[in-house]
């Protein structure tokens, strides 16, 4: 079964710098899809950025961009020029072709005027 | 930009009555999904629906779930009996098919059972 671990339960930025939320995961698939999603506080689940395992170029979305270590099984998401719209929490997901997504437990990311 | 959209936004329902969300998933989109997402809490998968028939079940999806796409549009949940546990948001979802592998929400159905 694949697992998705996000070690940092809260993080805080100010506003206009640079965060870094971390993500691991766990599978013995070698093609599968990789995605960060955001849940502001009215709690509506918005894609952010996806990444394709097969891809071995990171995926940049205008000031979100990932690190998509494979033989690490890791996946950070890096957010550039924090915004106080960026507020929110993080889930990284984690799919197989035509299985679940399998979530994350989430990073609440407070950016601070 | 297509959605997905859902009813009721927010439902109180006393124990052990029945409910029904719904959802409308984005026009071509042939998978479609349910999550629950219980206060404070990650999402989980329910289930997932593929060519009139479930495709997918967690362990959370008991007999007193069940799906349904009654007609061209509409893609349902219902809960047979709920229970004080039941209280989450339940989040529709759908996607394309296999060669998209991502996956669109809709708003959420905020449940409450008291």
């Known amino acids: 079964a694949q697992t998705v671990t996000q070690s940092q339960p809260e993080m805080s930025v100010q506003e206009a710098e640079t965060v870094t939320l971390s993500c691991t995961y766990d599978t013995s698939e070698n093609n599968y899809y990789l995605f960060w999603y955001k849940q502001p506080p009215s709690r509506q689940m918005i894609l952010v950025i996806r990444q394709e395992a097969y891809k071995q170029q990171n995926a940049t979305e205008n000031r979100f961009s990932v690190n998509f270590q494979k033989a690490a099984k890791s996946f950070s998401l890096k957010i550039s020029d924090s915004q106080l719209g960026d507020t929110a929490m993080y889930f990284c997901a984690f799919k197989t072709s035509g299985s679940r997504l399998t979530f994350g437990e989430g990073t609440q990311l407070t950016v601070n005027p | ?114």
Not at chain 2, 55 to 60: A, N, T
Not at chain 2, 70 to 83: E, V
Not at chain 2, 90 to 114: D, H, K, M, Q, R
């Open chain 2, 1 to 114: 930009e297509p959605e997905v959209t859902q009813t009721p936004s927010h439902q109180v329902t006393q124990m052990g009555q029945e409910v029904i969300l719904r959802c409308v998933p984005i026009s071509n989109h042939l998978y479609f999904y349910w999550y629950r997402q219980i206060l404070g809490q990650k999402v989980e998968f329910l289930v997932s629906f593929y060519n009139n028939e479930i495709s997918e079940k967690s362990e959370i999806f008991d007999d007193q779930f069940s799906v349904e796409r009654p007609d061209g549009s509409n893609f349902t949940l219902k809960i047979r009996s709920t229970k004080l546990e039941d209280s989450a948001m339940y989040f529709c979802a759908s996607t394309p098919g296999t060669s998209s592998n991502t996956i669109y929400f809709g708003e959420g159905s905020w449940l409450t059972v008291v």
